[in-house]
C-alpha cells in the first residue's frame, strides 16, 4: 500500500515527475498542458512546492499519485482548493484518492479553513464522481475554459470542513 507523503522542498523533482506523468495520460483532466509544463525550469518546480500543499502516494520510493491544495488570492480566507488530483491507471480504485483527500483536508483545517472546492471538467465524470463520494457538491459556479464556450466550462464543487 502506498504512503502518503507531504512533499518538501527536496521533493520537487518527484512532483515534477509525477506531474508530467499525470499531464502525458490524461492531458484533457487539467486545465494545463504536458507541452507547457514540461518547460518549466527546476526553479519553477521548486516554486510550485514552496507555494501550496503537495502530497504524494509513494510506492517502492516512486509516487503513483499526487494532489496539490492552496489558497487563492481571490478566494475567501475560510477556502482551500484541491488541485491537480491525479492517480496512475495501475493505482485506481484502491483507495489512494480518498487518501491523498483526507490529507488535504487536514492540512486545510491546520490551515484555517473551513471549506475545500475544486474544478472538474465537463467530460471527467470518473472524477465528478469521486469528487461526489468525497462529499463534494456542486456549487453552479463555472470555469470557462475557452472564453464563450459553455460546454467547455469546468464545474466548481465545494465541501465543508
Same mark, same amino acid.
Given at each position: 500500500?502506498?504512503d502518503i507523503i507531504r512533499a518538501h522542498d527536496d521533493d =520537487?523533482?518527484?512532483?515534477? #515527475?509525477?506531474?508530467?506523468?499525470?499531464?502525458? @495520460?490524461? !492531458?484533457?483532466?487539467?486545465?494545463?498542458? =504536458?507541452? &507547457?509544463?514540461?518547460?518549466? #525550469?527546476?526553479?519553477? +518546480?521548486?516554486?510550485?512546492?514552496?507555494?501550496?500543499? =503537495?502530497?504524494?502516494?509513494?510506492?517502492?520510493g516512486q509516487p503513483v499519485a499526487v494532489v496539490a491544495a492552496?489558497?487563492? #488570492?481571490?478566494? !475567501?480566507?475560510?477556502?482551500?482548493?484541491?488541485?491537480?488530483? =491525479?492517480?496512475?491507471?495501475?493505482?485506481?480504485?484502491? *483507495?489512494?484518492?480518498? &487518501?491523498?483527500? #483526507?490529507?488535504?483536508?487536514? +492540512?486545510?483545517?491546520?490551515? *484555517?479553513?473551513?471549506?475545500?472546492?475544486?474544478?472538474? *471538467?465537463? @467530460?471527467?465524470?470518473?472524477?465528478?464522481?469521486?469528487?461526489?463520494?468525497?462529499?463534494?457538491?456542486?456549487?453552479?459556479?463555472?470555469?470557462?475554459?475557452?472564453?464563450?464556450? !459553455?460546454?467547455?466550462? +469546468?464545474? &466548481?464543487?465545494?465541501?465543508?470542513?
Amino acid at each position: 500500500m502506498a504512503d502518503i507523503i507531504r512533499a518538501h522542498d527536496d521533493d =520537487w523533482s518527484l512532483v515534477r #515527475e509525477i506531474r508530467l506523468r499525470s499531464l502525458s @495520460t490524461d !492531458p484533457a483532466a487539467f486545465g494545463q498542458s =504536458w507541452e &507547457k509544463e514540461s518547460t518549466y #525550469e527546476d526553479s519553477v +518546480w521548486e516554486q510550485r512546492v514552496r507555494e501550496a500543499a =503537495w502530497f504524494l502516494a509513494v510506492e517502492d520510493g516512486q509516487p503513483v499519485a499526487v494532489v496539490a491544495a492552496r489558497h487563492e #488570492e481571490d478566494s !475567501p480566507e475560510n477556502e482551500r482548493e484541491l488541485q491537480a488530483m =491525479w492517480v496512475t491507471p495501475n493505482s485506481r480504485h484502491g *483507495g489512494i484518492a480518498a &487518501k491523498l483527500a #483526507e490529507a488535504v483536508f487536514d +492540512w486545510s483545517r491546520e490551515d *484555517g479553513a473551513d471549506t475545500i472546492t475544486l474544478y472538474v *471538467g465537463p @467530460t471527467n465524470t470518473s472524477a465528478r464522481s469521486l469528487y461526489e463520494s468525497l462529499g463534494f457538491v456542486d456549487t453552479g459556479d463555472r470555469w470557462e475554459i475557452v472564453e464563450g464556450d !459553455p460546454d467547455s466550462a +469546468w464545474s &466548481k464543487m465545494a465541501r465543508g470542513l
